[in-house]
């Protein structure tokens, strides 16, 4: 609590919009990995056919993470902020209510491209409005609302109806987008003030460097953990309940990897931090090639999710040690590259997985340890 004490009306505010902006759009992500079998059922399709919604959020999101900053010196944070905020809402019932593929994926295009604006803009206005000497635990705090959203989306598809993962985003979505209306801000009412470039940042040799491994390994990631939901119900035969629960216990290993990840990054090197998560993630992912009692695929499932952050952890760290200027930019870039290259390494995926979930498994295992020997280029030392 001492630290918003310190913080004045406005800035309190502001800082609560964007956490509730971040709840909003976490709240259904993982979770609609897990009940994609339950939607396929209900919509009398195969289970490989409704995974498209997907890549049909994720690389939208990632192609709108591109927009929000230029579109921020137009306009001011709160009028963008309440425009895609709404949008997302509209675009969550439209989800919700929808019995027809073609315009569910529609309507996740829709949701892709206005939930992109929550978490650069967030991280704009912390790096812009707020103290550098409280920025880090501001920006912990954030993202921390991120997980337990995520958590709680994910319990609840295991005890309601899976339209659920949809009404309540869409509520949430139109209760911010009306607070950004009432509520007083005035750093709010602020353009962004820096420059915003993005071909002079891929200028720079090492920003390259890094970005396309960032590309490589989410894509590689995206394509084993957002085939969770599918693995569980066609290998393993459960129900929405039983997989929402490893779910929950997958991330509750992430929280564990991110907590362990920063320790390993300043403790040790950011290197480190990488070689552990990927050595984690690759061994962990080829695991899932056998099959074993239910327990140890939970295990393995958890040993997954830890080992991603983990190594998440060193790889963003490596991003905020670039200078000051080109932050903003970075950051947009990040969850752009991110988004875009884990959808489309999903869309290609399912082909192989459609195959055979163990040899798939076991060749992007393989292709995650290869990018061990990277490291040394890509990541400094120190």
């Given at each position: 609590m001492r630290l918003f004490a310190n913080l004045d009306a406005e800035r309190k505010i502001a800082?609560?919009?964007?956490?509730?902006?971040?709840?909003?759009?976490?709240?259904?992500?993982?979770?609609?990995?897990?009940?994609?079998?339950?939607?396929?059922?209900?919509?009398?399709?195969?289970?490989?056919?409704?995974?498209?919604?997907?890549?049909?959020?994720?690389?939208?999101?990632?192609?709108?993470?591109?927009?929000?900053?230029?579109?921020?010196?137009?306009?001011?944070?709160?009028?963008?902020?309440?425009?895609?905020?709404?949008?997302?809402?509209?675009s969550s019932l439209m989800c919700g209510w929808i019995y027809f593929l073609e315009c569910f994926l529609i309507a996740r295009v829709g949701m892709g491209i206005a939930g992109a604006s929550a978490i650069p803009l967030g991280l704009m206005i912390i790096g812009e409005f707020f103290n550098k000497q409280i920025r880090g635990r501001l920006v912990g705090i954030f993202f921390g609302c991120s997980f337990v959203a995520s958590v709680v989306g994910i319990f609840v598809s295991g005890i309601l109806d899976w339209r659920w993962l949809f009404f309540i985003p869409a509520i949430l979505g139109a209760i911010t987008s009306l607070s950004f209306i009432i509520l007083p801000s005035s750093i709010l009412n602020k353009k962004h003030r820096a420059s915003v470039n993005y071909l002079k940042a891929f200028r720079n040799l090492r920003i390259r460097e890094v970005f396309l491994f960032i590309c490589v390994i989410s894509a590689l990631f995206h394509s084993v953990r957002n085939w969770f939901g599918v693995y569980l119900s066609r290998i393993y035969h459960l129900e929405k309940f039983a997989i929402s629960m490893i779910f929950i216990l997958a991330a509750l290993g992430g929280l564990v990897g991110q907590l362990i990840g920063g320790y390993l990054s300043d403790k040790k090197s950011r290197r480190f931090s990488c070689y552990v998560g990927i050595l984690g993630l690759s061994i962990s992912t080829m695991l899932l090639a056998g099959?074993?009692?239910?327990?140890?695929?939970?295990?393995?499932?958890?040993?997954?999710?830890?080992?991603?952050?983990?190594?998440?952890?060193?790889?963003?760290?490596?991003?905020?040690?670039?200078?000051?200027?080109?932050?903003?930019?970075?950051?947009?870039?990040?969850?752009?590259?991110?988004?875009?290259?884990?959808?489309?390494?999903?869309?290609?995926?399912?082909?192989?997985?459609?195959?055979?979930?163990?040899?798939?498994?076991?060749?992007?295992g393989i292709l995650l340890f290869l990018l061990v020997f990277a490291l040394k280029r890509v990541v400094p030392e120190r």
């Open positions: 800082y609560i919009l964007i956490c509730l902006g971040c709840i909003t759009i976490s709240f259904n992500v993982a979770a609609i990995t897990a009940v994609i079998p339950v939607i396929s059922t209900e919509l009398m399709l195969p289970d490989f056919q409704v995974s498209k919604i997907i890549p049909y959020y994720m690389i939208p999101y990632g192609i709108g993470a591109l927009i929000y900053a230029p579109l921020t010196r137009r306009f001011s944070y709160r009028s963008v902020l309440l425009f895609t905020m709404g949008l997302y809402a509209i099959k074993y009692p239910i327990v140890i695929v939970a295990i393995i499932m958890t040993m997954v999710s830890m080992s991603w952050t983990i190594g998440h952890n060193g790889i963003s760290t490596v991003l905020t040690d670039f200078p000051d200027n080109d932050r903003p930019v970075i950051a947009s870039l990040n969850s752009s590259v991110r988004f875009v290259s884990g959808g489309i390494g999903f869309f290609i995926s399912s082909y192989f997985v459609e195959k055979s979930f163990s040899a798939s498994f076991l060749f992007m």
